[in-house]
Structures are given as structure tokens and as C-alpha cells.
């Protein structure tokens, strides 16, 4: 689902009257000839209007006598754009996104390209009164789904209870060379060096234990198109135990072999699955595999 931003022009909507009090939703989905989805991304649009006055709020409360007007036509006018980063979903306490490879999550330096300073630019310039705070992180040169939180208790429930909210998330990676078992377990303990390397070790030396689940989606005598499952989320955990295995992530500069069939690290965050922290909704997003990966296996 992409979020647009904009305004109406008058004329573009259909207009209705509230009987009796209920949550904004909630009465959308009642009146509205419209999936779930579709609504909401007119909501967060700023297709719709309460009084005269545009509304985001799922939740905002309804009274009888109130007037509703819904956008009925596509908005023309801007949308966010950027080549970095797409919305995928949006609503008042987090939003979803899909980056490209070369964008750091947050800003590492005075003046890096980073996810959240294009996030903290599009709240501006839609007048939403927040910020994005960074609940999780991928690196620059990896691509895909990540989720920031719009306030400090969002942050804080998503920081606090982490495994337990987020019950899914899955990358695919194209690994140097041709793998010899069809899915495993890696399971180990990484530690950063002095340099801020990361490596591993079978036995506890002090680090965070670590453990991955693979399963080999596609091969040739080059290489491997390999899903990978996280079930915890270390630094360079994927890129590390990739590398353990003696296939390492193509394009890796850090931990890999020098095969860089593709000019980018070949990982890619597909899939992204959590209970919202506030309304215990479960949210479950994918994004497509980066089509240079798949031309790798189906030329």
C-alpha cells in the first residue's frame, strides 16, 4: 500500500452525516464501499474530512451530527517521493518502509543520507507533529522492509518486548558459491573486535548469542538464492554466519570473498511481521525479490 500525501480540491468528495458515535474507522468501514486497506490509505492520504477539518486518526471519535466528506477521485497533487525510501504503510503511531541500498538508517555523520532524516522531512512537510524514531536498523548497503515509531512510547514498547512483538522477518541473499545442504540452523556467539569486526564463536566468549535458520531457495554452480530467518537480530548477524558457512554474502566487502556479481551487497529484507505495539493488530508486510537477484537463478 502506498501512502499519498496532499489535498483535495473541493468538489471530489462525497459527503455524509454521522448518526450515532463511533470511532472514525469504525464508521468508515460501515459506510464505505472500500477495503480495509484502501481506507486506510485514503485516512492517512488526507482523503477525508470531519467538520471541514482533515483527519488521520483511525480512532478519532465520531458524534452524531457530525459531517464527513471521503475523497471520491485520486489525488493529483504531490506524493512523497523519494528514491531511497517508499511508504509502505503509515498510521499514527508507526510507519513502514522500504529502503534502497545506500542509505544509512539513521545518520551515522554530520551530514549522511540517512531513512530517518527523509521520514523527519515528509512529517514536516505533511504537518504531522512527530518524528521517526529508530526501533531497528539495516545496514547502507542492504535493502528492504524496516518499521520506525512516530513517538517515544512507541519506541519504547517496540525496544522493550522486541521478540515478542515482532514474530517474523525474513531476508533472501544470494551466498558466493553453490550450497550443499538445503536448509540448517547457525548458532553461535558474535562479538565485535577492536577494529569493530564482527566474528563468531561455538562457544559463549562474551558476546550475544546468535542464531539463524536457512533455507536454499534456488542454485547454480555459482551461487545460492537463500531465505534466511532471524530469531535473534545480532549486528552482521546474517552476514557473518553466511560467511561461517564458507558461502558468504556476494558483494559483501566487509566479510566477503570478492565475488560481486550484482555491484551490491546481495541482501534484502523481504518480509516483515509484527503485533502492532499499540492496537495489537497484526501487521504483516513483504516487498518483491530485487529482480537482479532472481536474474541471477532465471536468466
Known amino acids: 500500500m502506498r501512502i499519498n500525501t496532499g489535498y483535495n480540491r473541493e468538489g471530489e468528495y462525497d459527503h455524509y452525516v454521522v448518526s450515532q458515535p463511533m470511532a472514525l474507522l469504525e464508521w468508515l468501514m460501515a459506510n464505505i464501499a472500500q477495503s480495509r486497506s484502501k481506507i486506510k490509505a485514503t485516512l492517512q492520504g488526507r482523503g477525508i474530512k470531519v467538520d471541514g477539518k482533515t483527519v488521520t486518526q483511525f480512532d478519532f471519535s465520531l458524534k452524531p451530527g457530525m459531517k464527513i466528506a471521503v ?32 542509505i544509512l538508517s539513521m545518520a551515522a ?30 545496514d547502507r548497503d542492504t535493502s528492504g522492509l524496516m518499521v520506525y515509531a512516530k513517538d517515544i512510547d512507541t519506541e519504547q514498547a517496540f525496544e522493550h518486548d522486541w521478540h515478542n512483538i515482532v514474530y517474523d522477518r525474513r531476508y533472501v541473499a544470494v551466498l558466493s558459491g553453490e550450497m550443499e545442504d538445503d536448509e540448517g540452523t547457525i548458532e553461535n556467539w558474535l562479538k565485535d573486535n577492536k577494529a569493530y569486526v564482527t566474528y563468531s ?26 531465505e534466511f530467518k532471524l ?12 560467511a561461517d558457512m564458507g558461502h558468504p554474502v556476494c558483494g559483501d566487502t566487509k566479510y566477503g570473498n570478492g565475488d560481486d556479481p ?38
Open 71 to 102: 475523497s471520491k477521485t485520486k489525488r493529483n497533487q504531490q506524493s512523497f517521493k523519494s528514491r531511497y525510501v517508499k511508504i509502505v504503510y503509515e498510521d499514527r503511531w508507526l510507519i513502514v518502509v522500504e529502503k534502497q541500498v545506500g
Open 109 to 138: 555523520g554530520h551530514s549522511s543520507l540517512n531513512v530517518k532524516s527523509v521520514l523527519d522531512d515528509y512529517f514536516r512537510k505533511s504537518r504531522q507533529k512527530c518524528t521517526a524514531h529508530v526501533v531497528h536498523r539495516l
Open 201 to 226: 564463536s561455538p562457544v559463549d566468549n562474551g558476546g550475544k548469542l546468535a542464531i539463524s535458520h536457512f533455507h536454499v531457495l534456488s542454485r547454480t554452480t555459482e551461487h545460492s538464492l537463500v
Open 231 to 242: 530469531e535473534t537480530g545480532r549486528k552482521n548477524q546474517i552476514r557473518v554466519h553466511a
Open 262 to 299: 550484482l555491484h551490491r551487497l546481495c541482501l534484502h529484507a523481504w518480509l516483515l511481521c509484527f503485533t502492532h505495539p499499540v492496537t495489537g493488530e497484526r501487521l504483516e508486510f513483504e516487498t518483491p525479490l530485487p529482480t537482479s537477484f532472481k536474474q541471477l537463478f532465471h536468466p
